[in-house]
């Protein structure tokens, strides 16, 4: 069965950073890009991130693109988003979600709350 | 980028009834096309991709088609699970963009 479990989210104040893992099981992680996907409060659905198998390819939007980070770890079959200079518009669930071939994302983890505010 | 627009954005329907989702892409996607449900206080779902494919494990009821810019997600027969949040995405151009979303609630 296939889990995505994120953690690292919380309250951080503008300006700050955080970093998001997620951690998957299931499958043979390092055989599939991975995203972040994020929902704001009563919102719709923001692709925020995608990194390619091995990590050499990074896809952002222009909304996070110079202050967002993705990154994994395929040995510890991890994913990470780190976030630098946070803004109130940042605040969301942040989904981990396993991009497909076809760029849909076909699982997804429970979320992870981020709050950005002073 | 490419804009989705989904159609209406809230619908009530009985059970056993038919209900049909729009969703209208900005410029031609080629099928491009996903569809997700959304249960509330929940992750999302990917029920249809390739605007027609059905996920595994998703009921038959489900079912997607069109092609263009135009696409639409019918569910043949209500039910009680099946209210929520359906969204649309697209998936051949990044970046990749979602619609805002169709609130399906049992009348």
């Known amino acids: 069965e296939v889990q995505l479990v994120e953690s690292g989210g919380g309250l951080v104040q503008p300006g700050r950073s955080l970093k998001l893992s997620c951690a998957a099981s299931?499958?043979?992680?390092?055989?599939?890009?991975m995203a972040w996907v994020r929902q704001a409060p009563k919102k719709g659905l923001e692709w925020v991130a995608t990194?390619?198998?091995?990590?050499?390819?990074?896809y952002y939007p222009d909304s996070v693109k110079g202050r967002f980070t993705i990154s994994r770890d395929n040995a510890k079959s991890s994913l990470y988003l780190q976030m630098n200079s946070l803004k109130s518009e940042d605040t969301a669930t942040y989904y981990c979600?396993?991009?497909?071939?076809?760029?849909?994302?076909?699982?997804w983890g429970q979320g992870v709350m981020v709050t950005v505010s002073s | 980028d490419i804009q989705m627009t989904q159609s209406p954005a809230s619908l009530s329907a009985s059970l056993g009834e038919t209900v049909t989702i729009q969703c209208q892409a900005s410029?031609?996607?080629?099928?491009?096309l996903a569809w997700y449900q959304q249960k509330p206080g929940k992750s999302p779902q990917l029920l249809i991709y390739?605007?027609?494919s059905l996920q595994d494990g998703v009921p038959s009821r489900f079912s997607g088609s069109g092609s263009g810019t135009q696409y639409s997600l019918k569910i043949s027969s209500m039910q009680t699970e099946d209210e929520g949040v359906y969204f649309c995405?697209?998936?051949?151009?990044?970046?990749?963009?979602f619609g805002g979303g169709t609130k399906l609630e049992l009348k």
């Open positions: 299931g499958f043979t992680f390092s055989n599939y890009y």
């Open positions: 995405q697209q998936g051949l151009k990044y970046p990749w963009t």
């Open positions: 390739g605007a027609s």
């Open positions: 979600a396993r991009h497909t071939m076809g760029n849909y994302f076909d699982y």
């Open positions: 410029e031609d996607i080629y099928s491009g």
């Open positions: 990194i390619s198998t091995s990590g050499s390819r990074t």
